[in-house]
C-alpha cells in the first residue's frame, strides 16, 4: 500500500511539536462537531409517558447510529440505570408523566458562584462545552448557523443538536472556542418519523446505558446513577389529586418549575425528591424549567419557557445568574439567542455539558485537540469524533467507533477516509511524535459525495495503556484532500 499523504507528511516532520499559537485559522463554514460518536439519551416531544430514547450505534444498515426505544429493549445491559419509565416510577399511573428536561448529573461544568461566570481552567487542557436544541419555532439571531439551519430544514431542525465552546478553554482546536456549531442535524441522527421534537438531551446517560453503568472520573464523575428532571406541565396539570402510596411523587409537590432527582440503586429507583425548587431558584410562580444540564452536588444550568427573557441561567452557590462566560457576556448573546430584538423568539429546549475532568484527556470521549500539521493544508472543516464504544453493554472488550463529518472544501467528491491511530504521543501544549510513537496505520472507509457523515468501528491499539491520537484524511477520486483535527484519547 502506498503511504498516505498524511503518513509522509507526518513522518517527514523531525518536529511535529507546533504551538497551538501556530494553528492557523481560516474563514471558513462552520465546522461540524467532535461529539456526535457518542450515544445520546433524548426524549422527544408529545411522548406520554414520556420514554427515554438512545440513539446508539449498532453497526446496522447504513452503519450510521440507530434509534433504540429503551422500553422494549428492557435492561439488555446488566449494571445499567434501568431508564424505562416502568421502573424510574412504579407503582404510579404513569399516563400523565410528560418529563421536559433530563441530566444524570455529570454537567461538569465550573461556575463562578459569585457571578454565573463560566470558570476557565487554567493549564493544558481544560475545556467545556455545552450543547443544547431549540424548539422549532425559535428564529435564531441574524447570521447565525441556527437561522441557517431554520431556513435549510424548518420542519426538523427543533432536532438538531448545536453545541457553544466556551472561551478560556484550553488543549481543543481553537475553531471550537467561541463559537456555536451544529454537533449533528436530526437528519444525521436518524430520527424515527414523523419529525418531533428533540427536548431533553443528555450524553452522559447514553454512555451510563451502553456502558452498563460504568462511571469514570474523567466523563462520568458522578458515581451516584442519578435521574435529575423537570415536568411539563401538562403533566402537572393532567396529573391526578391523589397519587397512590408507594408513588414516586407521594411526598413532593408537583411543580413544572422544579427539578427532581432520582436514584438507582441495585435496580431499584427510589422516589423523587427536589433538589432544587422553584422559590430556590428565584423563579416567578408559572414558571416552566424546560431544560437542565446538573453538575451534581454543586450547580445547575437550566432554561424555561418564557421565551420574553433569558435561556440560559444558572444556579451557582443559592444563587440564580444569566450564565456567561468567563469575558461576562451572557451565553443568549453569544449564541444569538437572547430574545432581545421585538422579532426574536427563542427557547432552547434541552442541554447538556461536556467538561471532562481538567488537566487529562478523557477515555470515553476524544479531545479534539489543535491540529500540529494545519500549517499548508487547507483542512479546517472536516471533523472527528472518536468515542469508546461499548456494543451492547459488552465492558471488557471496547472498541473505538469514530464519525467524520464535514468537508474540506465547499465541493465535496467522492473518495474514501483514511483514519490514522498512533499510539505514545505526548502533550505539550501541542501535539508531539516523539520516540515512543507508534503508527499502527489506517483504515480505509469509503465515502461519497453526499455523505454528510460515515462511522467506523476501530480496534482498540494493542498497546495497553497510554494516549492515542486519531486523525481523519480524506483524498477524494478528483485529488481532493483534507485533514481534520486530531483526537486524543488516554486510557
Ligand atoms: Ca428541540
Ligand atoms: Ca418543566
Ligand atoms: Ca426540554
Ligand atoms: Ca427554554
Known amino acids: 500500500m502506498m503511504p498516505s499523504r498524511l ?7 523531525s518536529a511535529w511539536a507546533i504551538a497551538l499559537a501556530a494553528t492557523s485559522i481560516c474563514a471558513q463554514d462552520p465546522q461540524r462537531g467532535s461529539l456526535q460518536s457518542l450515544p445520546i439519551a433524548f426524549i422527544r416531544t408529545g411522548q406520554q409517558p414520556a420514554e427515554l430514547e438512545f440513539s446508539y450505534y449498532n453497526g446496522g444498515s447504513g452503519g450510521e447510529p440507530e434509534v433504540i426505544p429503551v422500553a422494549p429493549v428492557g435492561t439488555p445491559y446488566a449494571g445499567a440505570p434501568d431508564y424505562r419509565m416502568s421502573q424510574m416510577f412504579p407503582a404510579v399511573d404513569r399516563a400523565w408523566i410528560e418529563i421536559d428536561a433530563i441530566s444524570s448529573g455529570n454537567d461538569n461544568i465550573p461556575v463562578d458562584p459569585t457571578n454565573g461566570r463560566v470558570i476557565p481552567q487554567n493549564g493544558a487542557i481544560g475545556w467545556s462545552i455545552l450543547s443544547f436544541s431549540v424548539d422549532g419555532a425559535t428564529t435564531g439571531g441574524v447570521n447565525t448557523v441556527i437561522a441557517d439551519r431554520r431556513s435549510q ?3 426538523r431542525f427543533g432536532a438538531d443538536i448545536y453545541s457553544w465552546g466556551f472561551g478560556g478553554s484550553t488543549g481543543i482546536d481553537p475553531q471550537y472556542i467561541d463559537k456555536t456549531w451544529l454537533e449533528f442535524s436530526a437528519e444525521e441522527v436518524d430520527w424515527l418519523t414523523p419529525i418531533d421534537e428533540l427536548e431533553s438531551l443528555d450524553f452522559q446517560a447514553g454512555l451510563l446505558f451502553e456502558r452498563a453503568g460504568q462511571t469514570d472520573p474523567v466523563f462520568l464523575p458522578n458515581t451516584n446513577q442519578d435521574f435529575y428532571f423537570s415536568l411539563s406541565r401538562a403533566a402537572v396539570l393532567n396529573a391526578p389529586s391523589t397519587l397512590p402510596a408507594g408513588s414516586a411523587f407521594a411526598s413532593v409537590t408537583l411543580d413544572p418549575g422544579a427539578i427532581y432527582r432520582i436514584t438507582c440503586s ?9 433538589v432544587y425548587d422553584r422559590t430556590t431558584l428565584d423563579l416567578p410562580d408559572d414558571a416552566n424549567i424546560d431544560a437542565i444540564a446538573v453538575h451534581a452536588s454543586d450547580s445547575v444550568i ?3 419557557d418564557d421565551v420574553s427573557t433569558e435561556q440560559f441561567l444558572v444556579h451557582v452557590g443559592g444563587q440564580t445568574f444569566r450564565l456567561r462566560d468567563s469575558a461576562g457576556n451572557t451565553l443568549s448573546s453569544l449564541t444569538g439567542l437572547d430574545n432581545t430584538s421585538s422579532t426574536s423568539r427563542n427557547n432552547v429546549d434541552a442541554l447538556c455539558g461536556i467538561d471532562p475532568e481538567h488537566g487529562v484527556f478523557s477515555s470515553a470521549i476524544g479531545t479534539p485537540v489543535p491540529d500540529p500539521l494545519d500549517v499548508d493544508e487547507d483542512d479546517t472543516r472536516m471533523s472527528l469524533s472518536v468515542s469508546r464504544y461499548h456494543r451492547a453493554g459488552n465492558v471488557t472488550t471496547p472498541q473505538l467507533l469514530a464519525a467524520v463529518s464535514g468537508w474540506h472544501t465547499s465541493s465535496p467528491q467522492d473518495g474514501e477516509v483514511l483514519l490514522h491511530v498512533f499510539s505514545g504521543v505526548a502533550w505539550n501544549n501541542g501535539l508531539a511524535i516523539n520516540g515512543s510513537t ?3 496505520g489506517a483504515i480505509h472507509v469509503p465515502r461519497t459525495a453526499t455523505q454528510q457523515q460515515v462511522y467506523q468501528l476501530l480496534p482498540l491499539p494493542n498497546v495497553g495503556t497510554g494516549t492515542f491520537a486519531i486523525f481523519a484524511e480524506f483524498i477524494g477520486t478528483n485529488g481532493g484532500h483534507g485533514l481534520s483535527h486530531p483526537s486524543v484519547m488516554e486510557f
Open 153 to 155: 430544514d424548518p420542519l
Open 302 to 304: 437550566f432554561s424555561t
Open 7 to 13: 503518513v509522509t507528511h507526518c513522518l517527514s516532520r
Open 266 to 274: 441495585n435496580g431499584i429507583w427510589s422516589t423523587a425528591s427536589v
Open 438 to 440: 507508534q503508527y499502527h
